[in-house]
């Protein structure tokens, strides 16, 4: 039973863009809706960092290595939040998932990312 499913990953060039998009099927709508959500990144090798967040009146978080190239959003009604990178950089290779920040949920599969120096 999939609780999250993220894609929009693949290679990409430094400099290019990419948008994730992480959808939560078995979330009611209200629950969605009050629930505050990140996207995580897994490099390889490491552990899973917290690298965007959205509380659920829409304030955003970002680790300083991201601000002002990702934009995190997000759109209750689909249940989908959104990660739209920009200015890609080979740091930014790894797989990318989502999750309810108050409430952790079965992971995902994530969505690979690779940018290519």
């Known amino acids: 039973q999939v609780h999250l499913v993220e894609s929009g990953g693949g290679l990409v060039q430094a400099g290019g863009s990419l948008r994730l998009s992480c959808r939560a099927p078995?979330?009611?709508?209200?629950?969605?809706?009050?629930?505050?959500m990140g996207w995580y990144r897994q490099a390889p090798g490491t552990q899973r960092e917290l690298v965007a967040s959205?509380?659920?009146?829409?304030?955003?978080n970002y680790i300083e290595s991201v601000k002002g190239r990702f934009t995190m959003s997000r759109d209750n009604g689909k249940r989908t939040v959104y990660l739209q990178m920009e200015s890609l950089k080979p740091g930014d290779t790894g797989r990318y998932y989502c999750?309810?920040?108050?409430?952790?949920?079965?992971w995902g599969q994530g969505t690979r990312v690779t940018g290519s120096a």
């Open positions: 959205i509380s659920a009146a829409g304030y955003r």
């Open positions: 999750n309810d920040l108050g409430q952790g949920r079965p």
């Open positions: 078995r979330m009611i709508l209200s629950t969605f809706s009050g629930a505050d």
